[in-house]
């Protein structure tokens, strides 16, 4: 395992060299999955900052969504929650082009607000999340989501309502 960094290096420098910015992304996020696996969530917060993309790149929406979803994600693992929702609701502007990102922000984004007592907010943001799981077949965005709304709803002492949600929200795949 302490081969695969010096090799996403390497392939990172060669890709980046020969001016192939998809594959350049694609091996910075391996390198963001490892360092996260291994417990480096601040190396990994910090390398995924630091790594320069073009305007062409960033401005593909699914790209930017799952960079700033990953950036997101890595400033909560840090503790860093008013970072994390900013980073979310990037990603979340990047809907329609990306719409399996902009769900997982969502979700991310409502499980944020719910640690900081936000409810109401916490679950207009599912609502929005599971709304495009449905438009758009996103069943793992679906079922995080629907989850994550039997919580809220549990949270708030309605606990027959959470159970009717989730009945609901599978229906709705049969």
Same mark, same amino acid.
């Given at each position: 395992? &302490?081969? @695969?960094?010096?090799?996403?290096?390497? @392939? $990172?420098?060669?890709?980046?060299?020969?001016?192939?910015? %998809?594959?350049?992304? &694609?091996?910075?996020?391996?390198?963001?999955?490892? *360092?996260? *696996? *291994?417990? #480096? %969530? #601040?190396? =990994?917060?910090?390398?995924?900052?630091?790594v320069e993309f073009s305007s062409a790149v960033l401005a593909k929406g699914e790209t930017a969504a799952v960079i700033l979803n990953n950036l997101g994600e890595l400033s909560l693992e840090l503790g860093k929650s008013n970072e994390a929702l900013n980073y979310f609701d990037r990603a979340l502007r990047c809907h329609p082009i990306a719409p399996e990102s902009a769900a997982s922000a &969502? $979700?991310?984004? =409502?499980?944020?607000?719910? %640690? #900081?007592?936000?409810?109401? $907010?916490?679950?207009?943001? $599912?609502?929005? =999340?599971?709304?495009?799981? #449905?438009?758009?077949? @996103?069943? &793992? *965005?679906?079922?995080?989501?629907?989850?994550?709304? %039997?919580?809220?709803?549990?949270?708030?002492?309605?606990v027959s309502s959470a159970i009717d949600q989730v009945r609901l929200g599978y229906r709705d795949w049969e």
């Open positions: 395992m &302490e081969e @695969l960094p010096i090799l996403l290096n390497e @392939l $990172i420098s060669y890709s980046a060299e020969r001016g192939d910015e %998809s594959n350049q992304i &694609e091996y910075v996020l391996d390198m963001v999955t490892v *360092q996260r *696996q *291994q417990g #480096k %969530s #601040k190396s =990994a917060l910090n390398y995924l900052q630091t &969502e $979700i991310n984004r =409502a499980a944020v607000l719910m %640690s #900081k007592g936000r409810n109401e $907010i916490a679950l207009g943001a $599912i609502d929005h =999340a599971l709304e495009l799981a #449905k438009r758009y077949a @996103l069943r &793992e *965005q679906h079922n995080v989501g629907l989850l994550l709304k %039997s919580r809220l709803l549990m949270t708030n002492g309605n």
